[in-house]
């Protein structure tokens, strides 16, 4: 069983930065690919960003690209979402996900194939 908790979240104004660390529980985390979504109140679950196993691969979403960097470090089993130039529409609670994986290079940007969540983070960005 995989443990996630996220932390770094907050309350920011629009153009500012943030980044959101989580942590994993699972003793071979560098088997799992990891994932960030996002839900914002009255709306469904959201894609931000993925990373594959070994950290070659990334994916992100169209409205984060260019802003948004996805990390990990598979010794201290961490993974991190740099946000930089935050608006307001990006406010919503962040949740870190993991799936185990055979694949080095696999990113996973569809929630369903996920099997762990953490609790979330808030960020919430004023403008």
């Known amino acids: 069983q995989v443990q996630l908790v996220e932390s770094g979240g907050g309350l920011v104004q629009a153009g500012d930065s943030l980044r959101l660390s989580c942590a994993a529980s699972?003793?071979?985390?560098?088997?799992?690919?990891m994932g960030w979504f996002r839900q914002a109140p009255g709306k469904e679950r959201e894609f931000v960003a993925a990373?594959?196993?070994?950290?070659?691969?990334?994916d992100y979403a169209d409205s984060v690209k260019g802003r948004f960097t996805i990390s990990r470090d598979n010794a201290k089993k961490m993974v991190y979402l740099q946000m930089r130039s935050l608006k307001p529409e990006d406010t919503a609670v962040y949740l870190c996900?993991?799936?185990?994986?055979?694949?080095?290079?696999?990113?996973?940007?569809?929630?369903?194939?996920?099997?762990?969540w953490g609790q979330g983070t808030q960020v919430t960005v004023s403008s």
């Open positions: 990373i594959s196993r070994s950290g070659g691969s990334t």
């Open positions: 996900t993991a799936r185990v994986t055979f694949s080095y290079s696999a990113v996973v940007p569809n929630a369903r194939e996920y099997n762990y």
């Open positions: 699972e003793l071979t985390f560098s088997s799992y690919a």
